[in-house]
């Protein structure tokens, strides 16, 4: 395998720029880990290689008119370790994000214990560089255990590298404690992200409210409370000046809010689950607890309104939200089976549910999925543009296939999509020019 | 028509037809059960396990009753005391029983949708005694044929379900039965105790008795249940009974010849006037709790004959 100091020459791709918005027929190449060009032409010609002193090793990939694109920097995956290695390695989630044309992972802290100390987030690197194929990037902790108390050492978890604090899904519900958080990550320019929700509304939820909790005889949580956790955490956000994400947003009613803050010129981002942007509440069908996610899927109606906010720019960001189970703890009754999906592979097919469906074009989905958190994170990714990381995906959008879950890279297979019709499927993926899925 | 089903789960999956013929053959149980020899040999040889997860007296002894007059040998299971207590999981619990090769499983749970999640692993016939806020399919039909008896027909009947719909079952599963045979159903109570979007079940909600209960031909109470209140869904009991609770006074907006119903265990003073409760002239709660025998041996007799497991053809 020789993928050292190597050139790459893709001919006949059909370029997904997100920067630009364009997606055309043209050529790229990379050397020594990075985009060197990037040619209109369908081929490279025999003078250009001599111009450009390509050697003859170069490795050269007639992509036959499929699709390259900027790999997908997914903000927010739960690796199992430490704790709980039986449902997820760095290893499996790693072979999972290359299969998936993942080639950044932007790791959760919400592990047993919690990352939230230089020395976890050492070992998280450590373990990541060892066993994963594609980059991994820790998020830490905001408070100390999650616990929503005493603010981690976000000075020092910055040194070792984390790009981002959060307590995900625990809310840190002491105002005092947030502002404080986000005050002094301000001073760091470290970027806090949150999952809005008011938790006292959310306790205990299985599902969203509506005429379909209601049948089920499921305990439900209001959108509202996604709203009202979001206002809150927006008038601290006005009230601190930090640097702030909403990952997961799930709910229409919590938008026009998100709309005002970033007219008002906050530093506010937002994100949504590809679970979101695919799947409602009616999935849920007879307790089938593979659907079961936090937040809860929401209705139809916001649903689209989630679609449509990625097509405007509203929400900048789609995530996995990769959260492996095992069989354990999802052959339960739905109010006590765990919440959460795998989906670092099946992220790509899904979005591109969306785009066949004529609501997202390509160049708009990796915007959401490549460009816009590799930029959110301060990094160069995300993009075909020279200089930039070699951090590429091929795949086919048409090519149509029936998911297995137990094909699956995942060591879990808690995907809601078992079974079902996809269309897009990943060829080849490559990190700093080194192919690290596909043939 | 047949009843086609291989469980009984909930009405949701029911046709108006099965329901009927359910219905039907429960009559006939009524008459064998006011008899002084009860007893049928329909289910000899088969056997009937009750799994109760939640406390119960009154179903689980209308379902073992059910289960001897068919003649099935009946075994109870007290599962709060069991081993889902050391920690092994629904499913473990149910193949362990499955591999004891049960013919009937009566199943009743906490938690909404455990008996679908049971259904899908074990070989037998589940009934579903209650599970959750979801269903209590038996208690719906027993309620159907009560009202079939006492008003002759079981359509265009104005019904009104009374008190903490958010948190019962009975509730959601006699919405679901007494739709299905077209009848207007009013639901009342404080808008706490209703669940979210219930108005698009077809139903009309008001949170007034005076309003609700305006020329019904039947009213159903509901038990309060104290035991999921939480987080103050009332002010208090006494409020509760002043504005929700069932007496002569308010009974008055029904139409004179109303039926009172209550699927037990009642809050006396609570929900319901304790006099009102034992008036004959207006009180069915004693018939509902005869029905429930009927019905349940139909439900089980019907199940058997359908899985093959006795001879002939549901009806």
């Known amino acids: 395998m020789n993928q050292g100091n ?28 990075k985009i060197t060009e990037i040619l209109t032409q369908a081929t490279v010609s025999k003078e250009l290689f001599r111009a450009r002193n390509i050697p003859d090793s170069a490795d050269i990939v007639d992509c036959d008119g499929k699709c390259l694109a900027p790999g997908i920097v997914d903000i927010g995956v739960k690796v199992c370790e430490p704790g709980e290695r039986h449902k997820e390695s760095f290893r499996t989630a790693g072979q999972a994000a290359a299969a998936g044309g993942v080639t950044t992972m932007v790791t959760r802290p919400d592990t047993d214990p919690a990352i939230d100390s230089p020395e976890t987030l050492e070992f998280v690197n450590r373990r990541a560089n060892e066993a994963a194929p594609v980059r991994v990037l820790p998020m830490a902790a905001l408070t100390k255990g999650r616990q929503g108390r005493e603010m981690v050492e976000i000075g020092f978890l910055q040194d070792a590298g984390a790009v981002a604090f959060t307590d995900c899904d625990a809310v840190v519900q002491d ?14 320019g470290a970027l806090v992200i949150a999952h809005p929700q008011d938790s006292g509304l959310s306790r205990g939820a299985a599902v969203t409210a509506g005429k379909f909790a209601t049948l089920r005889g499921l305990p439900a949580v209001s959108p509202m409370a996604e709203r009202m956790g979001l206002e809150r955490d927006l008038a601290i956000v006005e009230m601190t000046g930090g640097r702030y994400h909403a990952d997961n947003l799930s ?3 919590g938008l026009p809010a998100l709309r005002r803050a970033k007219e008002a010129g906050l530093d506010v981002t937002a994100g949504v689950s590809i679970h979101h942007l695919t799947l409602n509440e009616f999935d849920v069908g007879d307790y089938r607890t593979f659907f079961k996610v936090k937040p809860p899927l929401r209705a139809e109606d916001d649903r689209l309104a989630m679609v449509e906010a990625v097509a405007s720019g509203l929400i900048d960001v789609i995530s996995s939200m990769h959260t492996p189970q095992d069989e354990e703890s999802k052959r339960l009754p739905f109010e006590e089976a765990a919440s959460g999906a795998v989906a670092l592979e099946t992220l790509l097919p899904a979005a591109l549910r969306l785009y066949h469906a004529g609501m997202l074009t390509l160049p708009a989905l990796f915007r959401a999925m490549a460009l816009n958190p590799a930029r959110r994170l301060g990094l160069d990714g995300g993009q075909l543009a020279p200089g930039a990381p070699a951090d590429l995906v091929m795949f086919d959008p048409d090519a149509p296939f029936v998911l297995d879950r137990f094909r699956l890279q995942s060591k879990s297979k808690n995907t809601p999509f078992d079974g079902q019709r996809m269309q897009g499927k990943v060829l080849a993926t490559y990190v700093a020019g080194r192919r690290v899925w596909g043939a | 028509m047949t009843f086609r089903q291989n469980h009984l789960l909930g009405i949701e999956h029911l046709h108006p037809d099965e329901i009927v013929s359910l219905l039907d053959l429960s009559d006939s149980y009524v008459d064998l059960n006011r008899r002084d020899h009860k007893h049928t040999d329909k289910l000899t040889g088969l056997t009937q396990i009750n799994m109760f997860f939640e406390n119960s007296t009154r179903t ?3 379902f073992e009753l059910a289960g001897k007059r068919l003649g099935a040998d009946v075994m109870n299971m007290a599962m709060q005391a069991s081993s889902i207590k050391k920690g092994e999981t629904l499913i473990d619990t149910a193949m362990t029983l499955n591999a004891m090769h049960p013919d009937l ?14 259904a899908e692993k074990v070989n037998c016939a589940v009934l579903n005694a209650g599970d959750g806020r979801h269903e209590h399919p038996t208690q719906a039909l027993l309620d159907a044929l009560t009202i079939r008896r006492a008003k002759g027909r079981l359509h265009r009947l104005s019904i009104a379900i009374c008190g903490d719909i958010a948190h019962s079952r009975v509730a959601r599963s006699n919405i679901l039965l007494l739709g299905k045979m077209e009848n207007r159903i009013r639901l009342i109570g404080p808008p706490t105790l209703m669940p979210s979007e219930v108005s698009e079940l077809g139903v009309e909600v008001f949170d007034s008795m005076q309003d609700g209960l ?20 009332i002010p208090s009991e006494r409020e509760y009974y002043h504005r929700y609770g069932l007496d002569a006074e308010k009974l008055r907006h029904a139409r004179d010849d109303a039926i009172v119903m209550h699927p037990g265990p009642m809050n006396r003073g609570v929900e319901i006037d304790g006099t009102l409760a034992d008036d004959i002239n207006r009180s069915v709660i004693q018939e509902q709790v005869e029905m429930g025998v009927a019905v349940r041996m139909a439900a089980m007799e019907l199940l058997c004959r359908n899985r093959g497991l006795i001879p002939g053809d549901a009806p």
């Open chain 1, 6 to 33: 190597l050139t790459t020459v893709f001919q006949n791709a059909r370029l997904i720029d997100p920067a630009a918005g364009t997606e055309q027929i043209g050529s790229l190449i990379a050397s020594g880990g």
């Open chain 1, 175 to 188: 105002p005092r404690v947030f502002a404080r958080c986000l005050s002094y990550a301000r001073g760091l």
């Open chain 1, 251 to 253: 709910a229409a009613a």
């Open chain 2, 60 to 62: 689980q002894a209308s």
């Open chain 2, 105 to 118: 499983l009566v199943v009743r749970h906490p938690h909404s949708g455990a008996v679908n999640l049971l």
């Open chain 2, 214 to 233: 305006a020329d019904v031909d039947v009213v159903m109470m509901l038990r309060l249940q104290r035991e999921r209140m939480d987080g103050g869904f």
